[in-house]
Structure formats: structure tokens, C-alpha cells
């Protein structure tokens, strides 16, 4: 598996970037079709400080787009989220890609001139209608580069290739998959996972966390109030194509109201029954030399029950492209732990019963760690944080 960040950086986008930061910078406002953003206002400033008073349009260009790109890097890093390439749309026209694909498609016989543009027959390839590759004034539209891009990736040698958009473009993926079906590709390629938007609720009120950004709302932003463990489980409580609502009251919050605190504390309670067996001078002996028959009220048979379709989750989730499996996985697995936690206790007075359940915590630590690293999801052996309090007698065991 490779994972590719592709930039939009070539077009007329980025020249009307560059005016609308070179605007902010000189303290005007940026033209009627520009970008007009308040976090254009901060990267003025930001600009000035480290070029000075004599910066060019081209030079707030590369500036500009260096920066851009330098924070999506780092911002996605405080997620854990890293790209094996990031793969320039400007490399595709510097190259001749873009006009390369063009003729090849031309020589297939798949497009043709209307209009003084040329077109691509993508309805002969089941999409609603024929699309165009090259507007009446000779620039070409973005099928024709992401056409470009998906064919020098193929190229590379990939042989499946899985893009993720938004919801916004869902009417160009049968224009991208008839293009490449065009230029020999399969059917149905690339496939196309469709993102559906984030809104973000306190108090059961919308919220813009972003003064800097005007109506944007940034990863950074987010961050900056949730840790990136809750950030990162809450993104995955759900299938990518769904509406999701985060409520930040619940993501920020210690307690077991937070879908990750519940997880996480699951985990770290378990280390912590480890700890106090140790300090109470109870080793778990090797698992070859332990007795499981003892293991028999429900909720132990539950929780083993939970552990054993650990496997058949992460296969389902990979074929289904959907981590919100494994993410219900992990939550429900903690949530059968904790109930477990507080009706058993598992250092207790008979000695193959403690040795029993001590290798019962043991595998539900190991699922739920391994589970959560699936998710890119920390797995600690103690919460920092304020402990939650449970009311059980059990707890005497550990936090």
C-alpha cells in the first residue's frame, strides 16, 4: 500500500491565491473573485516578517504555496496522518502529461470538438453525459489532469487505486472512471470513497472555532481543543460517507461520556490490575500452565466471545473500506470489559480462577491495543487525566 497526497497547485486558482495574499499584504482587499479569508490577513503579516517590504507576486506565490503546504504537513502530523509521496498537479503540465493523455485519448477515438472545446465520450462508458477535456479558450479542465494522474500512477505500477474526495465532486466520479476505462483501465476505476462534512456542536449549538480563518474551520483549529487520540477515534466513529456531528463537550471531557477516555481507560485499567496482582505478589504463570475451564460465568464467556471476532472485523473492514468496524469493535470490547470489571473481580481468593482471569485481561489488553493501533490510536498503560469514578467495589483493584 502507498499513500499519495495530490495537491490542485497549477491552474487559475493559485494566480488569484497569490493576488489576494499580495493584496492583504500591500493592505488592500483582495479582488472581488479572490480569497478572502481573515487567515490570508495572518500569512500577510507572517510573509512580511521573514521576506520584508520588497516581496513580488511571484515570490508570494512560492512563498505562499510553501507555506500552505508546510502547515496541511504539519497539521496533519499532529493527527498521526503522514503520505508516503505528495505528488504536485504542476508536475502533470510541466511534464506534458496532461496534453500526452490527450492524444492518446484522441487516438482511441473517445473524444471529439463542439463548441470550439473538445470533449470526451464518457457516456459511452455509462456516465450521464460527455464531459469536457480542453474549454473553447484552450485550458484544459481538471478531468483532463486528474485523467493524467490516475494513468502516470497506474504507470508506476499500482494496480488498484482508491481515491478520496469529497462529497462536493461525487458527479465526477463517473467521468474519472469512464476516462480511465477509455485509456484501458478496469471498470470502476479508481475507486472513490466519498467524504461527507464534519459539523461541530457545544452546548448543542453549531460552532466556528476559527476567528483566524473567517467561516473555515481548520484541522489545526480542532486540535488545538482535542487531543488528536479523541480527534482521530471520534473521526472514526462513523462511516466516511456519513454526516457526522462532533460535540465538543463530549471529545473534551474526562469521563466515560468520551467515546476515547472509555476505550482508553479500559486498556489502562488492565495494566493496572497487572500492577496491583504483581504488588500483591500474584504472577500470571505461563498461559500453557494455566487452566481456562474456570472461565465460565457470561460475562467472561462475552468478553471471549468479543476477542475471538477480533480477525473477522479487520478483514470486513478492509473489504468494506470502513475503520468505523473496528472502531465499534474496540468500543464495544471496552464497554464488555468495564461491565465485566465491575461484577468480577479478578484477583481473588481462588488461585486457577486468578490465573484464569488474569490471562482473560491479558488478551482483551492485547485486542484492545491492537485494535486501537489499527486506528492509529494510543493504547496507555495509566490516564494521566482525572480518573473517572465507578462506584464498584472493584475498584479497589486499580484505577
Given at each position: ?12 486558482q493559485l494566480d488569484t ?261 504483581g504488588d500483591a505478589g ?118
Amino acid at each position: 500500500m502507498h499513500r499519495e497526497y495530490y495537491l490542485n497547485d497549477a491552474g487559475s486558482q493559485l494566480d488569484t491565491f497569490a493576488a489576494s495574499l499580495m493584496a492583504r499584504y500591500e493592505d488592500r482587499e483582495p479582488p472581488d473573485d479572490g480569497y478572502h479569508g481573515a487567515y490570508l490577513a495572518d500569512m500577510a503579516v507572517t510573509m512580511r516578517a521573514e521576506l520584508g517590504d520588497a516581496v513580488t507576486v511571484d515570490r508570494a506565490l512560492d512563498w505562499g504555496y510553501e507555506h500552505v503546504v508546510g502547515q496541511l504537513r504539519s497539521d496533519l502530523a499532529r493527527i498521526g496522518v503522514g503520505f508516503d509521496t505528495w505528488f504536485s498537479e504542476r508536475t502533470l503540465h510541466d511534464r506534458g502529461d496532461v496534453a500526452d493523455v490527450l492524444g492518446e485519448l484522441q487516438k482511441v477515438g473517445v473524444t471529439f470538438e463542439a463548441d470550439g472545446a473538445t470533449w470526451l465520450r464518457s457516456s459511452d462508458y455509462g456516465d450521464q453525459r460527455d464531459r469536457v477535456l480542453v474549454r473553447s479558450d484552450g485550458t484544459t479542465t481538471y478531468l483532463a489532469a486528474d485523467l493524467a494522474y490516475h494513468r502516470d500512477k497506474l504507470r508506476r505500477g499500482w494496480t488498484h487505486l482508491i481515491d478520496i474526495w469529497g462529497a462536493d465532486h461525487h458527479g465526477q466520479v463517473p467521468s474519472i472512471q469512464a476516462g480511465m476505462q477509455a485509456l484501458g483501465a478496469g471498470p470502476g476505476e479508481p475507486e472513490v470513497i466519498l467524504g461527507q462534512l464534519v459539523r461541530l456542536e457545544r452546548g448543542g449549538e453549531s460552532v466556528r472555532l476559527s476567528k483566524r480563518a473567517g467561516d473555515v474551520v481548520t484541522l489545526a483549529d480542532i486540535l488545538d481543543e482535542v487531543d488528536p487520540d479523541a480527534c482521530r477515534l471520534t473521526f472514526l466513529l462513523q462511516s466516511v460517507d456519513t454526516a457526522q456531528t462532533i460535540d465538543l463537550d463530549v471529545v473534551t471531557a474526562q469521563s466515560m461520556e468520551n467515546p476515547v477516555y472509555y476505550v482508553q481507560y479500559a486498556h489502562a485499567r488492565i495494566a493496572s490490575i497487572t500492577r496491583h496482582a504483581g504488588d500483591a505478589g500474584v504472577a500470571r504463570r505461563p498461559l500453557d500452565d494455566v487452566d481456562l475451564a474456570p472461565l465460565t460465568d457470561e460475562r467472561e464467556l462475552d468478553l471471549l466471545r468479543a476477542v475471538h471476532a477480533f480477525d473477522e472485523v479487520v478483514a470486513e473492514a478492509a473489504e468494506f473500506r470502513a475503520p468505523y468496524k473496528v472502531t465499534n469493535w474496540v468500543r464495544d470490547l471496552a464497554g464488555r470489559f468495564h461491565r465485566f470489571y465491575a461484577e468480577c473481580r479478578v484477583v481473588t481468593d481462588d488461585e486457577e480462577l486468578t490465573q484464569a482471569r488474569l490471562w482473560l485481561a491479558e488478551a482483551v489488553r492485547i485486542a484492545l491495543g491492537s485494535g486501537l493501533g489499527l486506528l492509529g490510536v494510543s493504547a496507555p498503560e495509566s490516564m494521566e487525566r482525572r480518573e473517572p469514578e465507578t462506584g464498584s467495589e472493584a475498584d479497589s483493584e486499580g484505577p
